[in-house]
């Protein structure tokens, strides 16, 4: 028994040598090495933005910068740090097709075996316009964006943050998997918030509708003014704001649903059901509607009842305060 696990560790032994060393590239296509040294590379490229209307961005796992600049020019750089090995090999790509501008990086294909380093920003610096599309998308890198104008635009992220700032448009559609969402300042007529496990928030937004939905992260919505549409699994729900103005509709499975006005509501319609969840309110001046209220059930008015708000929770508890 002793002899035959001597023997497998000079076998392992032998095995890991080859493979570090591989000095004759016995295995085509593969690369191995385990060397945490890094070299810094930087390119970037500049075009006319007369010549464009639409954006189109896609990347792996390098962060995402849109920033505005002073001039009429469309800036875009690439830097980062990288492993030697793949220095020469790592490109911005900047590919005009007609007025759409398609930008991304090209990186060494094939399979590593070992440790392949690569950190890398990739940085837009576009003039004030308003773009009739725009569409931003990373597989694990954070995504920026500020100032940005568009007719349409999209970004989606599978695990990176999104951080938007500052931006107007038409539509916006912001999408991760796990990563969190942020908003600041964000005007459109339409606002899609989407997150599988990553937390929304947005502030000072305005919009027709906001819509959202999140699995299990939680969504804070402050000092906005939008109808709103949302939903979540697990995660909790918060909305702050002087006064609800537009149609509210929130859902939630599991998470607890909290409305924080600056004052009571003049004008509003509350209509809340939860399997299993209480509600609390914090305001006298509800006039409730039938004799069937109990701690699962709410429907009444302030006012004359002029905006609906709509609440449903499975087992989590609602406030109106």
Avoid: C
């Avoid at 969504?219 to 918060?238: F, H």
């Avoid at 509210?248 to 004008?267: C, F, H, M, N, Q």
């Avoid at 939860?274 to 006012?303: A, M, V």
């Amino acid at each position: 028994m002793q002899k035959k696990t001597g023997l497998l560790i000079v076998a392992v032994g032998v095995l890991l040598l080859i493979i570090t060393m591989n000095p004759i590239k016995i295995f085509s296509g593969i690369n191995f090495g385990f060397s945490l040294d890094t070299q810094e590379i930087s390119e970037g490229q500049t075009f006319d933005a007369n010549d464009y209307r639409h954006l189109n961005l896609h990347t792996g796992s390098s962060d995402i910068h849109f920033v505005q600049g002073n001039t009429d020019q469309i800036k875009v750089s690439l830097d980062g740090k990288v492993s030697p090995k793949w220095a020469d090999q790592v490109k911005l790509k900047a590919e005009p097709n007609g007025d759409t501008l398609e930008l991304g990086i090209d990186v060494p294909q094939g399979i590593d075996v070992g440790v392949r380093i690569m950190h890398l920003d990739l940085t837009v610096e576009l003039p004030e316009k308003q773009w009739s599309s725009a569409e931003i998308d990373s597989s694990s890198g954070d995504i920026e964006i500020a100032r940005l104008q568009g007719d349409s635009v999209t970004i989606k992220a599978s695990s990176g943050d999104v951080d938007v700032q500052q931006v107007k448009g038409g539509e916006w559609v912001i999408h991760t998997g796990s990563g969190d969402i942020k908003a600041e300042e964000i005007a459109a007529d339409s606002i899609l918030l989407e997150s599988s496990s990553g937390d929304i928030s947005a502030e000072r937004y305005e919009a027709s509708e906001l819509s959202f939905q999140s699995g299990s992260g939680k969504v804070v919505l402050k000092g906005g003014e939008s109808a709103i549409q949302g939903k979540t699994g697990s995660g909790s729900i918060l909305l702050e704001a002087d006064g609800i103005m537009h149609e509210t509709d929130l859902r939630s499975g599991s998470g607890r649903v909290t409305i924080d006005l600056a004052k009571e509501p003049s004008s509003l319609e509350v209509d809340f059901e939860g399997s299993s969840g209480n509600w609390d309110l914090k305001w006298d001046g509800i006039r409730y509607e039938g004799n069937d209220q109990d701690e699962n059930r709410l429907k009444g008015t302030f006012g004359n009842g002029g905006v609906i708000l709509k609440v449903r929770t499975g087992s989590g508890n609602f406030t109106l305060k």
